[in-house]
């Protein structure tokens, strides 16, 4: 029987605030006012509905006068921003990849460097080159010229 009891007592601890009619009262009070709320919600349907649909551009903003000037101003700036977003929010995108894009164009330049230096060093390769050749060009030309000249001597 005391078990009996003490299960109660402790069933009753557990789902005190289930079943205790202080936190009932709260939660029926919450219920109404949620009623309530929704009852005026369906007599204002149609107005609510009618109010959705309409599109908020042809509302008018009241502004004073002397503000007009500032609100042209504002709304150009808004144009001209709203336009550039785009470009703003891929920049932003691009900041974390800097460092990596950094050390892309810091392999990209040291390539190009070693490029030049082989570049240069061919370019040095060809100039001997062609200074070879001009030489032995000139060589040749020269022994067949003097080849020409000693067979015009000798007569066959």
Same mark, same amino acid.
């Given at each position: 029987m005391k078990n009996l009891k003490i299960e109660i007592l402790q069933l009753e601890k557990e789902t005190a605030d289930i079943a205790h009619p202080f936190f009932l009262n709260q939660k029926y009070e919450i219920l109404q006012d949620m009623n309530r !709320? =929704?009852?005026?919600?369906?007599?204002e349907k #149609? /107005? =609510?509905r009618q109010r959705l649909m309409k599109p908020l551009c042809q509302e008018?903003?009241?502004i004073e006068a002397v503000f007009h000037r500032y609100v042209v101003e504002? =709304? /150009?700036l808004a144009v001209s921003f709203i336009e550039k977003l785009e470009s703003h929010l891929q920049t932003v995108r691009s900041i974390p990849q800097i460092p990596? /894009?950094?050390k892309n164009l810091d392999?990209? =330049?040291? #390539? &190009?460097?070693?490029l030049v230096t082989e570049v240069e060093e061919l370019a040095e390769q060809v100039l001997k080159w062609r200074e070879l050749q #001009?030489? &032995? !060009?000139c060589d040749s030309f020269q022994n067949s010229k003097s080849d020409h000249s000693f067979s015009s001597l000798n007569p066959i």
């Open positions: !709320h =929704l009852e005026a919600v369906l007599k #149609k /107005t =609510l008018n903003l009241p504002f =709304l /150009t990596q /894009t950094m392999n990209a =330049l040291a #390539k &190009i460097d070693l #001009k030489g &032995i !060009h």
